[in-house]
């Protein structure tokens, strides 16, 4: 996400590794390139002042000592400054109160209706609670239809009365969630300009009937320099009691989340990080921070992991692995789960120095995944498990059924063949583990 | 000054009666833009009667807060910065229409723009509408599919975006308001739903087809591959088509935007802009970085809920509307 901040603050920093000391001087250009960065990532003009104030006058006030190298020590003020500005503690949404209710409001294509399917989704999982997805969205056209799109494909009930008054509609709601025994409420609003006072009072309006214990912002990473008069506009209006940021993918650098907590006092709850409806996580500033400074963020891919492969699973697979019985339906397994972790590139952009080995911009092609499985899938049970049986004929039939060509089948067989040579030479140690 | 005159011409002679309904639009659309920027202009001007150091710093957060571009804005500063040494300038009265020159030369850079819409000569014309999530182009779609039934054509929509949940349902409650023909479905394959829709396009003599999309720029080799396959069955349907691909940005995205232009132009023949959410306080200022470095032209803009809030882009009509206050005060 946080690309091309992270590439002007890499090559500002690297400029003053061979300093003896940090002077005015010296500092300048890394200090002029910190700006531009933060400028070009979006983060609002009066941050960027302060920002680039704190760190020159901490930078200037500390002595370089005996072990610190002066680019370490301006990486370590840099971070510690930008932790800072993106909140020092974690904000936990609400989850004790019987029944729990949350409202989610924002512009329009803010990414509110997503959100609370994949919201939904991650409090049902996480939490164990069983949420009610209420539909307020009468506004827009099929808005409600892609509510109960995605509460079928969840798997979680929908609430809605069609194009009634959404006061009333959130009202039958509780009614409707104390019957059904619903602990979780979450309203999805109509999206809205801040400056649209009509609009604005009927979330007010809402706010003084049911008093949501949570009030969610959802605002897009895209956001240029407006988004503080958005986040002013809605936190004037309404008890803001948070904030997701939605879209933090593909190449948003996403600077207002270094504006909003600083300017409004507003946590940043969560941030949607992929397309796909587990695609929420929560925010942590420090791997943030560490993600900007091209530290790579080794937490966040270990958890997004565990999500998807229990600790069983994971042992069972090195067993197998050790043993050498490691074959084709194995091969199938472990690119399903691969496949589960979303978009491969933005696994490989959490990867720490990921720019410094131009894997930034590396694209991964989904249909040759696809391909390989087809093969596979093509292949009989048997012959997955014993792929040794694999001669011509069969090969031919495989690539037909699969619309790949024999070359291709061979060079997926060739894979297998050095991925079992690597797992036997590291289980009798001939071969130290590459990290 | 050159553009000045051509402002002020522009408020004196355009009477007619349609001219003054689109300045008023505008107007309108853009007053809450106007408002913060023109009176933070004004004020600068108010505060500094000389030009400064300050005055340039001030001068540059206004520009950078209206999301112009750090690059453009940078490099119009050295710019101006020029002018005032070359030029001798001190009053910063004068200064005021210098900058609103060089914003100016900034979007035209002696190109002629058009903001007509290719037709086709014979047959449909296909309109392929792209952007990423959540800009508005689905609305955007029934906007243009409105003034074009206005204007006596016969409209149909395409539902190609056949991912997002509810997107075709959504474009085809605007064909059944609009009056448009519509063909979708969701959840399978946005070209086979193109090579249907544009056969009844064709059988049933429509004049303008507009062909929604999904906005994953998420992944870009599937995107690219997506577009690549759409277009070419486009193609073969319809000879030279699509006769547009219009890129919907919104006005509140920041330097993002530059990104998203760049991205689809690598991937499809992008042949105007439609900036939408300019009824907000966003400023959109984007459109100019994104004129100066990737060069494609805006064509139309959306100033509002309503069908008839859309309008077609004019630059002029554009910065009259960002610095009318300006103007009058002198």
Same mark, same amino acid.
């Given at each position: 996400?946080?690309?091309?901040?992270?590439?002007?603050?890499?090559?500002?920093?690297?400029?003053?590794?061979?300093?003896?000391?940090?002077?005015?001087?010296?500092?300048?250009?890394?200090?002029?390139?910190?700006?531009?960065?933060?400028?070009?990532?979006?983060?609002?003009?009066?941050?960027?002042?302060?920002?680039? /104030?704190?760190?020159?006058?901490?930078?200037?006030?500390?002595?370089?000592?005996?072990?610190?190298?002066?680019?370490?020590?301006?990486?370590?003020?840099?971070?510690?400054?930008?932790?800072?500005?993106?909140?020092?503690?974690?904000?936990?949404?609400?989850?004790?109160?019987?029944?729990?209710?949350?409202?989610?409001?924002?512009?329009?294509?803010?990414? +509110?209706?997503?959100?609370?399917?994949?919201?939904?989704?991650?409090?049902?999982?996480?939490?164990?609670?069983?949420?009610?997805?209420?539909?307020?969205?009468?506004?827009?056209?099929?808005?409600?239809?892609?509510?109960?799109?995605?509460?079928?494909?969840?798997?979680?009930?929908?609430?809605?009365?069609?194009?009634?008054?959404?006061?009333?509609?959130?009202?039958?709601?509780?009614?409707?969630?104390?019957?059904?025994? /619903?602990?979780?409420?979450?309203?999805?609003?109509?999206?809205?300009?801040?400056?649209?006072?009509?609009?604005?009072?009927?979330?007010?309006?809402?706010?003084?009937?049911?008093?949501?214990?949570?009030?969610?912002?959802?605002?897009?990473?895209?956001?240029?320099?407006?988004?503080?008069?958005?986040?002013?506009?809605?936190?004037?209006?309404?008890?803001?009691?948070?904030?997701?940021?939605?879209?933090?993918?593909?190449?948003?650098?996403?600077?207002?989340?270094?504006?909003?907590?600083?300017?409004?006092?507003?946590?940043? +709850?969560?941030?949607?990080?992929?397309?796909?409806?587990?695609?929420?996580?929560?925010?942590?500033?420090?791997?943030?921070?560490? $993600?900007?400074?091209?530290?790579?963020?080794?937490?966040?891919?270990?958890?997004?992991?565990?999500?998807?492969?229990?600790?069983?699973?994971?042992?069972?697979?090195?067993?197998?692995?050790?043993?050498?019985?490691?074959?084709?339906?194995?091969?199938?397994? /472990?690119? +399903?789960?691969?496949?589960?972790?979303?978009?491969?590139?933005?696994?490989?952009?959490?990867?720490?120095?990921?720019?410094?080995?131009?894997?930034?911009?590396?694209?991964?092609?989904?249909?040759?995944?696809?391909?390989?499985?087809?093969?596979?899938?093509?292949?009989?049970?048997?012959?997955? $498990?014993?792929?040794?049986?694999?001669?011509?004929? $069969? +090969?031919?039939?495989?690539?037909?059924?699969?619309?790949?060509?024999?070359?291709?089948?061979?060079?997926?067989?060739?894979?297998?063949?050095?991925?079992?040579?690597?797992?036997?030479?590291?289980?009798?140690?001939?071969?130290?583990?590459?990290? | 000054?050159?553009?000045?005159?051509?402002?002020?011409?522009?408020?004196?002679?355009?009477?007619?009666?349609?001219?003054?309904?689109?300045?008023?639009?505008?107007?309108?659309?853009?007053?809450?833009?106007?408002?913060?920027?023109?009176?933070?202009?004004?004020?600068?001007?108010?505060?500094?009667?000389?030009?400064?150091?300050?005055?340039?710093?001030?001068?540059?957060?206004?520009?950078?807060?209206?999301?112009?571009?750090?690059?453009?804005?940078?490099?119009?500063?050295?710019?101006?910065?020029? !002018?005032?040494?070359?030029?001798?300038?001190?009053?910063?009265?004068?200064?005021?229409?210098?900058?609103?020159?060089?914003?100016?030369?900034?979007?035209?850079?002696?190109?002629?723009?058009?903001?007509?819409?290719?037709?086709?000569?014979?047959?449909?014309?296909?309109?392929?509408?792209?952007?990423?999530?959540?800009?508005?182009?689905?609305?955007?779609?029934?906007?243009?599919?409105?003034?074009?039934?206005?204007?006596?054509?016969?409209?149909?929509?395409?539902?190609?975006?056949?991912?997002?949940?509810?997107?075709?349902?959504?474009?085809?409650?605007?064909?059944?308001?609009?009056? %448009?023909?519509?063909?979708?479905?969701?959840?399978?394959?946005?070209?086979?739903?193109?090579?249907?829709?544009?056969?009844?396009?064709?059988?049933? !003599?429509?004049?303008?087809?507009?062909?929604?999309?999904?906005?994953?720029?998420?992944?870009?080799?599937?995107?690219?591959?997506?577009?690549?396959?759409?277009? !070419?069955?486009?193609?073969?349907?319809?000879?030279?088509?699509?006769?547009?691909?219009?890129?919907?940005?919104?006005?509140?995205?920041?330097?993002?935007?530059?990104?998203?232009?760049?991205?689809?132009?690598?991937?499809?023949?992008?042949?105007?802009?439609?900036?939408?959410?300019?009824?907000?306080?966003?400023?959109?200022?984007?459109?100019?970085?994104?004129?100066? %470095?990737?060069?494609?032209?805006?064509?139309?803009?959306?100033?509002?809920?309503?069908?008839?809030?859309?309008?077609?882009?004019?630059?002029?009509?554009?910065?009259?509307?960002?610095?009318?206050?300006?103007?009058?005060?002198?």
């Amino acid at each position: 996400m946080f690309e091309y901040m992270g590439d002007r603050l890499s090559k500002a920093i690297k400029n003053i590794r061979g300093m003896g000391r940090i002077t005015e001087e010296n500092i300048n250009d890394a200090i002029r390139e910190i700006r531009m960065a933060l400028l070009e990532a979006d983060v609002n003009y009066q941050v960027v002042k302060e920002f680039v /104030n704190n760190v020159k006058e901490k930078a200037l006030g500390m002595d370089v000592g005996k072990n610190l190298k002066p680019d370490e020590l301006f990486i370590k003020i840099v971070k510690d400054e930008l932790i800072a500005l993106l909140g020092t503690d974690e904000a936990p949404l609400e989850t004790n109160k019987y029944p729990t209710i949350l409202m989610l409001v924002g512009l329009q294509g803010s990414g +509110k209706t997503t959100t609370a399917g994949k919201l939904a989704n991650y409090l049902r999982k996480k939490e164990s609670k069983h949420p009610l997805l209420v539909a307020c969205d009468i506004y827009r056209p099929a808005a409600i239809d892609q509510l109960k799109t995605l509460g079928k494909n969840l798997n979680i009930p929908v609430f809605e009365e069609g194009k009634k008054n959404p006061v009333e509609i959130v009202k039958d709601a509780l009614e409707y969630a104390k019957n059904e025994k /619903n602990d979780y409420i979450i309203i999805d609003t109509a999206g809205r300009l801040h400056i649209d006072e009509e609009l604005m009072q009927e979330l007010k309006d809402i706010e003084n009937t049911v008093h949501p214990y949570e009030i969610i912002l959802v605002i897009d990473a895209m956001m240029g320099q407006d988004a503080i008069n958005v986040i002013e506009g809605f936190n004037k209006a309404l008890n803001l009691t948070g904030c997701i940021l939605t879209k933090l993918d593909g190449n948003t650098k996403g600077g207002v989340a270094l504006s909003v907590r600083h300017l409004t006092n507003v946590p940043i +709850k969560f941030v949607g990080d992929s397309e796909k409806l587990d695609g929420l996580s929560k925010f942590y500033p420090e791997r943030m921070a560490e $993600r900007i400074l091209d530290m790579g963020d080794i937490m966040g891919i270990a958890e997004k992991v565990e999500d998807i492969i229990s600790e069983q699973d994971a042992k069972d697979q090195v067993k197998k692995m050790q043993s050498g019985k490691y074959d084709l339906e194995d091969f199938l397994t /472990n690119l +399903k789960q691969i496949k589960k972790l979303g978009p491969l590139e933005n696994i490989i952009k959490m990867l720490p120095q990921a720019r410094k080995m131009g894997l930034n911009n590396v694209q991964v092609d989904p249909k040759q995944m696809a391909h390989v499985e087809a093969i596979i899938q093509s292949m009989t049970p048997y012959e997955r $498990r014993h792929p040794e049986v694999l001669k011509a004929t $069969r +090969k031919q039939r495989i690539a037909k059924g699969s619309g790949r060509s024999v070359e291709e089948v061979n060079r997926l067989l060739n894979q297998l063949k050095k991925k079992k040579k690597m797992m036997k030479m590291m289980q009798s140690g001939n071969m130290k583990l590459p990290f | 000054m050159g553009l000045f005159d051509k402002i002020k011409n522009l408020v004196n002679k355009k009477e007619k009666v349609e001219e003054k309904e689109t300045l008023d639009v505008y107007e309108k659309g853009l007053e809450k833009t106007r408002d913060e920027f023109v009176s933070k202009l004004n004020l600068l001007g108010i505060k500094y009667t000389k030009v400064s150091e300050e005055y340039f710093e001030e001068l540059e957060n206004i520009l950078i807060m209206a999301d112009i571009g750090v690059n453009t804005v940078f490099k119009f500063m050295d710019r101006i910065r020029d !002018r005032v040494k070359k030029e001798n300038i001190i009053d910063t009265k004068y200064l005021q229409e210098v900058i609103v020159d060089e914003l100016f030369i900034i979007y035209v850079n002696n190109e002629s723009l058009s903001d007509k819409i290719k037709m086709a000569s014979d047959g449909p014309t296909v309109i392929l509408m792209v952007g990423v999530n959540g800009v508005g182009k689905t609305t955007t779609i029934a906007k243009l599919a409105y003034k074009y039934i206005n204007e006596g054509k016969k409209v149909m929509m395409i539902g190609a975006d056949t991912f997002r949940a509810g997107a075709v349902t959504q474009l085809e409650e605007w064909a059944n308001k609009t009056g %448009s023909l519509f063909f979708g479905k969701e959840n399978t394959d946005p070209s086979g739903v193109i090579f249907d829709g544009l056969e009844i396009a064709k059988k049933e !003599r429509v004049d303008i087809v507009f062909i929604d999309t999904a906005g994953r720029l998420q992944n870009k080799v599937n995107l690219m591959k997506e577009l690549e396959k759409m277009n !070419r069955v486009i193609g073969k349907i319809i000879p030279n088509a699509p006769h547009e691909t219009l890129l919907v940005i919104d006005a509140t995205t920041g330097q993002n935007g530059i990104i998203q232009a760049e991205s689809f132009k690598e991937i499809t023949n992008i042949t105007g802009i439609v900036l939408t959410k300019l009824d907000g306080t966003a400023k959109g200022g984007i459109v100019l970085a994104i004129k100066e %470095s990737v060069g494609i032209p805006v064509k139309f803009i959306g100033l509002g809920e309503k069908m008839t809030d859309l309008k077609v882009f004019d630059i002029e009509s554009y910065i009259y509307g960002l610095f009318k206050g300006m103007i009058d005060d002198e």
